[in-house]
């Protein structure tokens, strides 16, 4: 009966080990919001929608990631042309537990280029959340050629609102003319979603498949 009952609790702590690694390994859960959406287009010219690029970008992000990386858990804040709100994108983050939230944006009113932005406030994982953003400002400005236009700082709802480390991308400018006919091209929209899932990926330390 001792013999018996020591296989069964011997097996059982077997299993809870594993599933508890397995559970470790898988669980780094990434939170993609595509800016804007619905009635709220985002910036608006030369034929395009921030919200259309910005949901192609986020959805090929995802895809990359789960083809190319494990050790991920991945939900996005749309993934159709829905309206919602900045609170419901931050409440929803936080109470399912993201431990790194990416907002993509297209920038408009400024001159060409990409630049990214972390919370200006002071809190405690701000290096952690200025290192991880770094790698993915560094990765997409290299896959796309962007012109680099820094890496900022600002009070952004998204941002401030996250509990966990949070990031901000505006990719172009959409009343840029020649950001604008990139931002028309399928295989730039591929670089800008490849250059973010590698720098999530680096920056999270995301294992390749
Ligand atoms: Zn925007």
Known sequence: MFLFVSIIWGIALTSITISHNVVEA?????????????SDPGASANGLQEKDIMLEIALKTRDILNEQYSGHTIKL?????VTKSLNA???????????????IHINAGNPTGYESFTWNGSYDNKERTN???KTIHNETVEQTGFTDRGEKEANLHVLRESSSP????????????EDADKLKNEAFIEEIAQGHAEGIAKGLGLPAK
């Open 77 to 81: 804040s749309r993934t159709s042309d």
């Open 26 to 38: 898988a669980n780094t859960r990434i939170y993609i919001d595509p800016g804007h959406g619905g």
């Open 131 to 133: 290192a991880t953003r």
């Open 89 to 103: 994108r931050t409440n929803e983050a936080n109470n399912w537990g993201a431990n790194f939230f990416v907002s």
């Open 166 to 177: 949070a990031t901000l991308t505006e990719n172009g400018v959409i009343d840029n003319a």
